[in-house]
């Protein structure tokens, strides 16, 4: 079983930044992808961002790509989202979720075997 915990969102004005991280416990993370998802109300869950285990590969939505940055640092179990020039229609509650892929990583949500308890972000205009 792996754990994990997101933090760091919160209220932030357009144009702001704010840090997520997502810790994990429970296993050795270095063979496990991670991915941000997002979702608000009523809506799916849509994908984010997704890093390999290595650290090696990393993805973007098109929504997000060169405002975010995903990153981690295996020896703290750390994942972290940077976010930049955040917009209104980047709230939502963010959750962390992982999956013990190696190498591989994926957009898909079904894939993912472990999740966190979300974060919520809210960007005012």
């Known amino acids: 079983q792996v754990q994990l915990v997101e933090s760091g969102g919160g209220l932030v004005q357009a144009g702001g930044s704010l840090k997520l991280s997502c810790a994990a416990s429970?296993?050795?993370?270095?063979?496990?992808?991670v991915a941000w998802f997002r979702q608000t109300r009523g809506q799916e869950r849509e994908f984010v961002s997704a890093?390999?285990?290595?650290?090696?590969?990393?993805y973007y939505s098109d929504s997000v790509q060169g405002r975010f940055t995903i990153s981690r640092d295996n020896a703290k179990n750390t994942v972290y989202l940077q976010m930049n020039s955040l917009k209104p229609e980047d709230t939502a509650v963010y959750y962390c979720?992982?999956?013990?892929?190696?190498?591989?990583?994926?957009?898909?949500?079904?894939?993912?075997?472990?999740w966190g308890q979300g974060t919520q972000v809210t960007v005012s205009s």
């Open positions: 979720a992982a999956a013990n892929l190696g190498v591989v990583v994926t957009r898909t949500r079904y894939d993912y075997d472990y």
């Open positions: 429970g296993r050795p993370f270095n063979n496990y992808a």
């Open positions: 890093i390999a285990g290595s650290g090696g590969h990393t």
